[in-house]
């Protein structure tokens, strides 16, 4: 996003206060990095440092380039159609019992023993939403992943992403009901450890990230987090702390998340299932 952006409605008042509490958070974080941190925040590849206010305007120029990726990336999910992960192990079921609506937009009847149903493309943050005890986990996670110097986050149609000067480093995944951490760790490193985790390096979406540690309770939350913790020493990031931030949101249902654009849905033909006598 360009730097020259032009920032002239908002008051300068406005700004003002947020420079003061930025310094504040800035400072609090270097003196527990125990080094001058200035340059190494994640907002200050969007700095002027001639501009009055400079972390201000940078952090705002941040916050609108995060919101048009987000428009871009949910685009670019609607395009490619994509279906959400937690389907993967019944891809081969639904094909097996679902006719595809496309051949039947020639006119085709339904055929016999099939039935026309409305079926739910559910996007990550509609599962995070829906869910009390993943907004728990989630609120958790994303604190001590944003507590690392340089580190951006996005949201997607399937998660979240995290990177680190444009590379992926871990993302974010609700799998059935669980919450799943994804880590740009080789596996076979940790296969010795006590670590709880799966390979999932010969999936395509997940050769990035091939570690993968299901959330299912504290035990296999503070595990996540002393991985993470490995990860971001091998690529260098300081610890620097966040601005704890509450990340749970008022549950809505079905029909409010369609009407948001946070579930998709579709027509699919199935097998009728047998009448239960």
């Not at 609506?101 to 996007?123: C, M, N």
């Amino acid at each position: 996003m360009e730097k020259d952006k032009n920032l002239s409605a908002i008051p300068s008042e406005e700004f003002a206060a947020r420079q003061r509490t930025l310094d504040i958070d800035k400072w609090l974080a270097s003196e527990r990095a125990h080094r001058d941190l200035c340059g190494t925040m994640s907002w200050c590849a969007y700095c002027v440092k001639a501009e009055i206010y400079p972390c201000a305007k940078a952090k705002l120029r941040q916050e609108m380039d995060k919101a048009l990726d987000e428009i871009v990336d949910d685009l670019i999910s609607e395009k490619k159609d994509a279906v959400p992960e937690s389907s993967e192990k019944i891809l081969e079921e639904i094909a097996a019992e679902e006719v595809s609506v496309q051949s039947l937009a020639s006119g085709k009847e339904i055929p016999d023993g099939y039935e026309e149903v409305t079926r739910y493309r559910r996007s990550f943050k509609s599962r995070i939403i829906q869910s009390a005890p993943l907004q728990d986990q989630y609120t958790e996670l994303k604190n001590a992943m944003l507590g690392y110097a340089g580190v951006k986050t996005r949201v997607c149609q399937s998660g979240e992403h995290f990177r680190v000067d444009g590379v992926l480093v871990a993302k974010l995944v609700v799998t059935g009901k669980k919450l799943s951490l994804f880590l740009a760790l080789a596996p076979e490193e940790f296969e010795a450890s006590a670590y709880r985790f799966e390979d999932v390096g010969d999936k395509k979406s997940h050769r990035e990230t091939p570690m993968r540690i299901k959330i299912t309770g504290k035990r296999s939350m503070k595990q996540a987090k002393e991985l993470l913790e490995t990860l971001m020493n091998r690529l260098g990031l300081a610890q620097v702390g966040c601005i704890y931030s509450d990340f749970h949101y008022p549950y809505k249902s079905d029909e409010e998340l369609i009407r948001k654009g946070l579930i998709k849905t579709y027509t699919a033909v199935v097998k009728k299932r047998p009448e239960r006598k």
